[in-house]
């Protein structure tokens, strides 16, 4: 699905900071939203998180830089991070290239997966386009 120009792929769910999470099973794979890596810019770094971590939802875990901003990652689940994508540590553009696919950023076995599901959101549901729509308004003057 298209929010304004920005793909919001309907198999995934969104929070409030820009990001995606795609559920399979119990495992969560989470990255940066087209929109939030537009607004970016370039990425020139990403912070690789320790497998092993403990994370909550919507609390910072791992940071990334593009040449205009620094930002903090905020986890769309709690639970371990059980794997983190090492190629951003090399190539972190692929945020920029392929958000949804290579440019994912870690994975999170849910420690608390259908209780925590219902704080995230849909692309078709109006409250979170109509949220988009006020963050496009707000970042691209």
Do not use: C
Not at 2 to 29: M, Q, S
Not at 31 to 38: C, H, I, V
Not at 47 to 71: C, L
């Amino acid at each position: 699905m298209k929010i304004d120009k920005y793909e919001y792929p309907d198999d995934l769910l969104y929070d409030r900071e820009h990001n995606w999470a795609r559920i399979e099973g119990n495992i969560v794979t989470q990255g940066f939203t087209d929109f939030a890596q537009s607004i970016a810019g370039e990425i020139v770094y990403v912070e690789i998180p320790r497998v092993g971590r403990e994370v909550k939802q919507g609390e910072a875990f791992m940071s990334i830089e593009s040449g205009k901003w620094v930002g903090r990652i905020k986890a769309t689940f709690s639970g371990r991070i059980v794997e983190a994508n090492e190629d951003l540590e090399w190539e972190s553009t692929l945020v920029n290239e392929d958000p949804y696919g290579k440019g994912w950023m870690v994975k999170i076995e849910a420690s608390n997966l259908e209780e925590e599901r219902k704080n995230l959101y849909s692309p078709s549901d109006p409250e979170f386009q109509a949220f988009v729509q006020e963050e496009i308004k707000k970042y691209t003057k």
